[in-house]
């Protein structure tokens, strides 16, 4: 018998939070669909592993109800035990195939299927279309990621030298570890400068942030079949769907690129952008969002308005202490770049929904707050100055900077007087670093933060946190024994575990 290799080497426990059913909910609705209210939807994730990315929406919507399949049994068991610990019944893992799906599983209102349809046999990937098709309600959204060229061309060159050192070795630590050692061999050794040495060299550097988990399966799986993104497309249009969108609108538009690129994407089709976008970003990787081929999408984002959602940056910039009123640009820097400020106006919006992170906010809160923040002199005036603030955000959102929904996730901006974190993320603490935030990112938190974590169960204050954690206190932790400096100690960790978006209202 065949060991799963995701029994072997299970899979990094990954929440995807571009990927979350509010993304979906949000980009049907702005692409003029209805589809069905994220709090109360059914949800269905297909290789769903160890569970990390449905078990905190189970929490996150207890009228909704969510089904993950997987064929792993020890990454089944993995989640099942979670979901029992953290008290969820609203989620469901079932180990099987996905082949195994058919009507009498029912309709859903969303289709995950993350890293799975390039790393299977066709007729899987196939098979993932087709429960697509006939398991989705008709207002449904499915999110499919993949593999691309041509970005996943220079990746080859790199796994096929790694599959050929590691060709006849079975165990997959093995694997992994002579895995990494050929492509640091290669690059060392490869004549510097030429074509094959600088894609060795970009690889390398990821290769050397990859956890084995990513490596054994990404990498060196038998099965890794890229396609290009039209190609994609046409097979989504073969099982009865259609392409809807990316998880990502910024990513489907050509606004970051050059002018010239931006003059020869005019006028082209949504799929000719998207295809040559990716030939110009050497892109290797796409998130898309399928819908039933029979929905009329409505492209002309005539009725799309920012003012109808709740709104937030899609990461918490520096600095938060700029002179709005000087005539030097502030530079924001993002996780995904930098946006320059050379307005009042924009310096203080920009300052308006710092002070907001990680919570979402109206766009009647946030145009307060603005007018609150800048002097007489600066203000907008009443006539157009909701127009204008509208127009700043717009930009914002079309270059990836904010992020809009309908139902945002309920993060608390400030500690309370007793902090509370979500049982699963305290269930999370007990056993592993890797956290799953309120707005659904994977981040990884040292072992006093997660012995600050474990006890935000909203019943105690931070003197209790702090005389807890002191009562377990051993030498070998490194963490103060007094009074005062362990509480100034807990003070801190509540303030960053805020800002990760890891306590809840
Ligand atoms: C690369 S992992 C991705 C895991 C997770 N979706 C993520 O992105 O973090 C692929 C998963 O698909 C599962 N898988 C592969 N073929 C499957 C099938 N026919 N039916 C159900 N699950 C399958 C594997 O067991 C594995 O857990």
């Known amino acids: 018998m065949t060991i799963n290799p995701y029994d072997q080497i299970p899979y990094p426990k990954y929440a995807h939070c571009e990927s979350h059913p509010r993304v979906l909910e949000f980009m049907a609705t702005m692409f003029g669909m209805q589809p069905c209210a994220i709090n109360r939807a059914r949800v269905l994730e297909l290789g769903c592993a160890s569970g990390t990315n449905l078990l905190p929406m189970a929490q996150e919507f207890p009228d909704g109800s969510f089904i993950g399949i997987d064929l792993s049994e020890k990454q089944i068991a993995a989640a099942q035990s979670m979901a029992a610990e953290a008290s969820l019944d609203n989620v469901e893992f079932v180990e099987g195939s996905l082949h195994d799906i058919d009507d009498s599983w029912g309709h859903f209102d969303y289709i995950l299927c993350h890293g799975v349809y390039s790393w299977v046999p066709a007729e899987t990937a196939n098979e993932i279309l087709a429960v697509c098709r006939r398991n989705l309600t008709p207002q449904g959204v499915a999110m499919v990621s993949y593999n691309v060229y041509p970005g996943w ?8 030298m790694m599959l050929y050192h590691v060709r006849g070795i079975e165990d997959p630590n093995e694997r992994v570890k002579k895995a990494r050692g050929i492509a640091h061999f290669l690059t060392e050794n490869v004549p510097a400068g030429s074509a094959v040495h600088a894609v060795l060299e970009e690889q390398c550097g990821l290769i050397d942030k990859a956890e084995d988990g990513y490596l054994v399966h990404d990498q060196l799986e038998l099965h890794n079949h890229p396609l290009y993104f039209r190609e994609f497309v046409q097979h989504a249009e073969s099982a009865g769907l259609q392409y809807l969108s990316e998880v990502n609108f910024a990513a489907m538009l050509a ?37 039933q081929s029979e929905i ?91 127009e204008k603030v509208l127009q700043l955000l717009d930009t914002l959102f079309r270059t990836g900077f904010l992020d809009a929904a309908l139902h945002p996730p309920r993060v608390a901006r400030m500690p309370s007087d007793k902090p509370l974190a979500s049982l699963l993320a305290r269930t999370q603490a007990r056993y592993d670093s890797s956290i799953t935030t309120c707005r659904h990112e994977s981040i990884q938190i040292s072992k006093l933060e997660r012995q600050v974590l474990m006890q935000l169960n909203g019943q105690s204050d931070q003197s209790a946190i702090a005389e807890s954690l002191q009562r377990g206190v051993s030498p070998d932790d490194g963490l103060p024994s007094d009074e005062i400096s362990m509480q100034q100690l807990v003070t801190t960790t509540l303030e960053k575990l805020g800002q990760w978006a890891l306590l809840v209202e």
């Open 153 to 160: 061309h220079f990746r080859t060159i790199v796994r096929d």
């Open 296 to 386: 009329v999408i409505d492209r002309s984002l005539r009725s799309f308005s920012l003012d109808q959602f709740s709104l937030v940056l899609t990461g918490q910039p520096e600095p938060l202490d700029v002179d709005l009123l000087s005539s030097d640009a502030a530079r924001f820097q993002m996780p995904k770049g930098g946006v320059s400020a050379g307005t009042p106006l924009l310096k203080a919006i920009m300052v308006c929904l710092s002070e907001f992170w990680p919570q979402s906010t109206s766009f009647d809160d946030v145009y307060e707050a603005v007018l609150k923040k800048l002097p007489d002199s600066c203000r907008p005036n009443k006539d157009d100055g909701r």
């Open 255 to 291: 606004s970051g690129t050059p002018p010239a690129v931006q003059r020869a994407m005019a006028g082209r089709s949504l799929i000719e952008v998207g295809q040559y976008l990716d030939f110009f970003q050497n892109r290797s990787f796409r998130k898309s969002l399928l819908c």
